[in-house]
C-alpha cells in the first residue's frame, strides 16, 4: 500500500512538473520593426497567445493597437512611437513606449502595468473593474488618468504637467493609492468626482509634489 502511495505522489509531482515545463515553454516573444517577423504591433497581437512578449523595435507605429485576449507583455525598444493601446479583454503590461494620440484604454479588462512611457497629448483611461493596475513611473504631458469604476488601482511615481485635470477619479471608482507623483502646471491636479466637501488629507495619497497648479485637490459633481 505505501509503495502504491508513493507511485502515486511521483507521478502527480510529475504531472506538475510537465505542466510547468509545458506552459513555460509555450510563450513566446514576437518581435514587432521593419525587419522583423511582424511589421506591426497589431499583426503581433493577432498572432500571440496568452503570456506572449510582444517585443517592439525603435520607430513609428500609426495604429492603435487593439488588445482582446490573454494577458500580453509590450515592450519598446528606445521608446517606439505608438498612437495607442485599447484593451477591449485580456490584461498585459505597457513598457517602453512614446504614446502621442489616443493613450491607453481599458474597457472591463483586467488588471495590468502601465509603466516607463512617455504620454503626449492623451493619457491613461480605465473603465471597469480592472482591480488592482499599476500605473507607474509614466510621464505625462497634456493628459490625464482617468478612472471610472475601478478597483484597487495603484498610481505611483508619475508625472503629470500641463494638463486640464491630472488625476480624475470619476464615477463609481474606489480611491486609488497615490503616492509619489508630481502634478505640476495643471488647471487642476486632481479631481475627485461625486465628493460634496473637502476630502481632507486622504489617507491613500502620499508623498505627492503639487507644483503651480491652479488646484491642487478638487471635488464634486463636474463631468470629465
Same mark, same amino acid.
Given at each position: 500500500?505505501?509503495?502504491?502511495?508513493?507511485?502515486?505522489?511521483?507521478?502527480?509531482?510529475?504531472?506538475?512538473?510537465?505542466?510547468?515545463?509545458?506552459?513555460?515553454?509555450?510563450?513566446?516573444?514576437?518581435?514587432?520593426?521593419?525587419?522583423?517577423?511582424?511589421?506591426?504591433?497589431?499583426?503581433?497581437?493577432?498572432?500571440?497567445?496568452?503570456?506572449?512578449?510582444?517585443?517592439?523595435?525603435?520607430?513609428?507605429?500609426?495604429?492603435?493597437?487593439?488588445?482582446?485576449?490573454?494577458?500580453?507583455?509590450?515592450?519598446?525598444?528606445?521608446?517606439?512611437?505608438?498612437?495607442?493601446?485599447?484593451?477591449?479583454?485580456?490584461?498585459?503590461?505597457?513598457?517602453?513606449?512614446?504614446?502621442?494620440?489616443?493613450?491607453?484604454?481599458? &474597457?472591463? $479588462?483586467?488588471?495590468?502595468?502601465?509603466? *516607463? !512611457?512617455? =504620454?503626449? %497629448? +492623451?493619457?491613461?483611461?480605465?473603465?471597469?473593474?480592472?482591480?488592482?493596475?499599476?500605473?507607474?513611473?509614466?510621464?505625462?504631458?497634456?493628459?490625464?488618468?482617468?478612472?471610472?469604476?475601478?478597483?484597487?488601482?495603484?498610481?505611483?511615481?508619475?508625472?503629470?504637467?500641463?494638463?486640464?485635470?491630472?488625476?480624475?477619479?470619476? &464615477?463609481? $471608482?474606489?480611491?486609488?493609492?497615490?503616492? *509619489? !507623483?508630481? =502634478?505640476? %502646471? +495643471?488647471?487642476?491636479?486632481?479631481?475627485?468626482?461625486?465628493?460634496?466637501?473637502?476630502?481632507?488629507?486622504?489617507?491613500?495619497?502620499?508623498?505627492?509634489?503639487?507644483?503651480?497648479?491652479?488646484?491642487?485637490?478638487?471635488?464634486?459633481?463636474?463631468?470629465?
Amino acid at each position: 500500500m505505501k509503495t502504491n502511495k508513493k507511485i502515486a505522489l511521483i507521478l502527480v509531482i510529475l504531472a506538475l512538473f510537465l505542466i510547468t515545463v509545458s506552459s513555460t515553454a509555450s510563450a513566446a516573444t514576437l518581435n514587432v520593426g521593419s525587419k522583423e517577423e511582424y511589421k506591426t504591433i497589431q499583426s503581433a497581437v493577432n498572432a500571440a497567445q496568452d503570456g506572449d512578449t510582444i517585443k517592439v523595435a525603435h520607430g513609428t507605429y500609426n495604429e492603435n493597437v487593439e488588445v482582446n485576449k490573454g494577458e500580453l507583455t509590450f515592450l519598446g525598444t528606445e521608446y517606439p512611437n505608438v498612437d495607442g493601446f485599447s484593451f477591449k479583454g485580456g490584461s498585459g503590461e505597457i513598457n517602453g513606449f512614446t504614446i502621442q494620440k489616443d493613450g491607453v484604454s481599458t &474597457d472591463y $479588462a483586467g488588471g495590468g502595468v502601465i509603466r *516607463n !512611457n512617455y =504620454f503626449y %497629448n +492623451c493619457g491613461i483611461s480605465l473603465n471597469g473593474l480592472t482591480g488592482g493596475a499599476a500605473i507607474t513611473n509614466n510621464q505625462i504631458t497634456n493628459g490625464s488618468i482617468s478612472l471610472y469604476d475601478t478597483r484597487e488601482e495603484n498610481i505611483t511615481g508619475n508625472t503629470i504637467s500641463n494638463s486640464s485635470t491630472g488625476l480624475y477619479v470619476g &464615477d463609481l $471608482a474606489w480611491i486609488p493609492t497615490v503616492t *509619489n !507623483n508630481t =502634478f505640476k %502646471n +495643471c488647471d487642476t491636479a486632481v479631481y475627485l468626482y461625486g465628493w460634496e466637501q473637502d476630502p481632507g488629507k486622504l489617507p491613500s495619497f502620499s508623498s505627492n509634489k503639487y507644483i503651480n497648479n491652479k488646484v491642487n485637490i478638487g471635488w464634486g459633481t463636474k463631468p470629465f
